[in-house]
């Protein structure tokens, strides 16, 4: 069954046009499901996560309808077919 | 001069680029060399915050490279080889930290090409203060491992605009040495093609520190100079205008009939190696034009004396502020020169600075100002 993975319009380009994808690999936590993205579309979570694997101050990730920052990160646990969802934060000047 | 027309562009040779990168975007300002009219061009990147340009016409190339920053998505270089009709969309950051640094890009601050006889060469600096280099004209980057693995690097501490290594001085004739500046940590020195680097701080005071002349740690805004001087160098401190006529291994303080040694921007007349362009803020609590006169500074002797280009620029109430790499001088002669304020107004002169005139006056806050004449370089 996997996961889905649900991008924001601004990175759906970098997924040759798709907005949602679909993971198959095993995915305990975010930071696997992240991994495994980036496995495939490298461009994409290039946007998500600094080059340190942290992820970027400005960017949201939820999993089902609950935000990560108030469950336990990257490492939130990940049930077989979830649905993570990338959002840009409610921020800017 | 010749009418030749750029492949690709309705540019010709002569025709003056003014590239200005604001928090929202980048425009490109097209004149002839009469510079009386200008065309522009933008936003590109709505939205993104544009910090650095350069414009470089190396090796038959008419290339823009604009350091972009998003503020959900990161930041990134991007090229256009014809004028910013289209951009490059690189897949991956190519500006990217080594994992064992612990570090992650945050902007980039300055892009330079590097000398003519390496073509190919460019040079960027970022935040969090390093160096990266560049072998294909600014496709892929490696970092300066001399200066990224600094024993002082623990020790920098970051200035308003975060710890940003923001200026880039090559010596035209030695391909070993170039200096980098970086906020907070003063201004470096290379002699070796960037295996080491030495802090060159002598005589330039921190006075926001216990110890008013430590060996690293000064704020330097900015430094310049010019290709045919290369060892004079001028630079903006965070209080404090110095010249230095060894490459910066010594510095004295020039502020000599400036309302303020407080500032950001300095930058080098094309022609005249003496004649260098500031602005001068108030202070740095209250960081706008002294007495909100709007003022270019500018010497002729090398920091002896300074005098005031007021001509066509705001003389009362004009609350404005300039950053760092908000002024630019052209090569043509008589020299344009360029300046953008935070508040979005952008004023070129065609005259050296004597006359001002504003092209635009409602642009987003601008963060950078280049400039080019597109031709032979």
């Known amino acids: ?93 | 001069m010749p009418t030749r027309r750029i492949s690709g562009a309705r540019n010709v040779v002569g025709d003056v680029l003014v590239l200005v990168g604001t928090t929202k975007g980048a425009f490109v300002f097209t004149s002839d060399a009469s510079r009386k009219r200008w065309r522009v061009d933008g936003p590109h990147f709505p939205g993104e915050a544009v910090y650095s340009l350069a414009f470089d016409q190396r090796a038959g190339r008419t290339r823009l490279l604009a350091g972009v920053h998003s503020n959900h998505w990161g930041a990134t270089i991007r090229t256009s080889d014809d004028f910013g009709r289209t951009w490059s969309e690189p897949e991956r950051q190519a500006v990217r930290f080594p994992e064992s640094s612990g570090l992650s890009l945050a902007q980039v601050w300055q892009i330079v090409p590097g000398r003519p006889e390496e073509p190919n060469v460019v040079w960027c600096g970022v935040e969090p203060a390093a160096l990266f280099r560049s072998d294909d004209a600014g496709v892929s980057w490696a970092p300066v491992d001399g200066l990224l693995e600094h024993e002082h690097r623990p020790k920098w501490m970051p200035g308003g605009g975060g710890l940003c290594l923001h200026t880039i001085v090559l010596d035209p004739a030695n391909p070993d040495r170039m200096g980098i500046a970086i906020s907070t940590a003063g201004f470096y020195r290379t002699d070796d093609g960037g295996k080491s680097w030495r802090a060159r701080n002598s005589g330039v005071r921190a006075v926001f520190l216990p110890d008013k002349h430590p060996e690293f740690g000064q704020c330097v805004h900015k430094v310049t100079h010019h290709p045919a001087r290369p060892e004079r160098l001028f630079l903006q401190n965070h209080w404090g205008l110095y010249r230095s006529d060894d490459w910066g291994d010594s510095w004295q303080d020039i502020a000599n009939g400036v309302p303020s040694d407080f500032g950001f921007p300095i930058q080098s007349h094309p022609h005249e190696p003496d004649t260098v362009y500031a602005i001068p803020l108030q202070s740095d609590e209250f960081r706008v034009v002294p007495e909100a006169k709007l003022r270019v500074y500018r010497t002729r002797d090398a920091g002896a004396s300074w005098a005031p280009l007021t001509d066509g620029l705001p003389q009362s109430r004009a609350f404005e502020s300039v950053l760092r790499d908000g002024l630019a001088v052209d090569s043509h002669e008589p020299a344009g020169v360029y300046f953008g304020t935070r508040s979005g107004k952008l004023y070129a002169s065609s005259t050296d600075g004597e006359q001002w005139k504003a092209i635009a006056e409602s642009l987003p806050s601008i963060c950078c100002v280049k400039t080019a004449v597109v031709g032979p370089a």
């Open chain 1, 1 to 93: 069954m996997g996961i889905s993975v649900v991008l924001p319009r601004a990175l759906v380009p970098y997924a040759r046009g798709v907005g949602t994808l679909q993971i198959d690999a095993p995915c305990p936590t975010v930071r696997d499901a992240l991994a495994a993205t980036a496995a495939r579309w490298p461009a994409v979570i290039d946007r998500v996560l600094t080059e340190q694997g942290a992820l970027r101050r400005h960017v949201n990730v939820f999993v089902g309808d609950e935000s990560i920052a108030f469950l336990d990160g990257l490492d939130t646990r990940v049930d077989e077919g979830a649905t993570i969802t990338i959002v840009p934060a409610v921020s800017g000047g």
